[in-house]
């Protein structure tokens, strides 16, 4: 059976107002996620990710000069909602998030059990008591013992940091968790134990999540799903088996062929050139400066076009007329 579709977004853009101009961070983007489904979004530094996932769960700074787009979750329009009913209803309990270096923003002077329950005080108003006894239950799922509900962050490893921020933000139950690079700070080992505490997490409970990452070797222990961005736009989503091993964007081969493999004998690729900046994106294909394939019709933005059910390519090669000759 088809997992239900539980995110669904189409024409995402969140622009912020600088001194040197307009910063297209999240410029049309279009995914959805389906239920009990981990897509891990990839994409360079400066990109849009985290951005992304601050449009998602509505986490926005001042200079915001344009949020738009669709953002369906479950049969809710979020996008609709106004601020009061978001937060009370969305935010961080049906979305949550794993904020990037979330584990060094703990309190030092709270007690951690007393902070994972915060959410459930804060955003459904329950009693100490009850919320406490949910943190219990959160913290053996993340795998951290309940005797150290009463220590301080200071007391605690970065692995177990780190997993005491994820038990923050399942302690609601949301339906959807945003996990902006959760492992970076850590060690190989630890970095492997979250990851397994996630993927646990996702069988047991059915959680959705979004994972937020520069690096392939990590996401591909989770991924269900692939988003690559670059400059402000997806420019492939695919199931993660053939994003790893059939990428469809140039980009996304080129990424693949520079990633270093053990025991690797020649070195891997890299990719000339930067990334266009966001203040002044070119019209045409982002990537079209660094692309090999480079071809006439590049010089035309192209649309996310869809290759298979599963599949998005924003691509002029992958355009439906494309093999048939197009206009190259
Ligand atoms: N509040 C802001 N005001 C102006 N520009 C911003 C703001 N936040 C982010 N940016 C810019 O938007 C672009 C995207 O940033 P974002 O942090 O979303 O990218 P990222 O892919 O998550 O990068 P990283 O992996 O380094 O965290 C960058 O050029 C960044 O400088």
Redesign the pocket.
Known sequence: MVAKTLLSVEDLQLH???RRGI?R??DGVHFDIRANEALVVL????????????ALLRVL?R?VHRFSGRIMLGETDIMALGEEAFRRDVQWTRIAMVM?AAMNALNPVVRVGEQVAEPLRVHLGWSRQRAMERVAKTFELVGVSTDFLQRYPFELSGGMRQRVVLAMALVTEPELVIL??PTSALDVLTQASIMNVLKRIKQEQGTSFML?T?DVATSSEIADRVAL?YA?QIVEVADANEFFHEPAHPYSQMLMASVPRLRQEEEPAHIPGQPP??IDVPGGCRFADRCPSRFGRCDREPEPFRVSARRQVRCWLHAPDARSGGDA
């Open positions: 912020y107002q600088t910063a961070a999240v994409g360079e530094s400066g990109c849009g990710k985290s951005s992304l996932a601050k700074p200079n990037q902006d690079e937020i520069h961005m402000g900046d966001l």
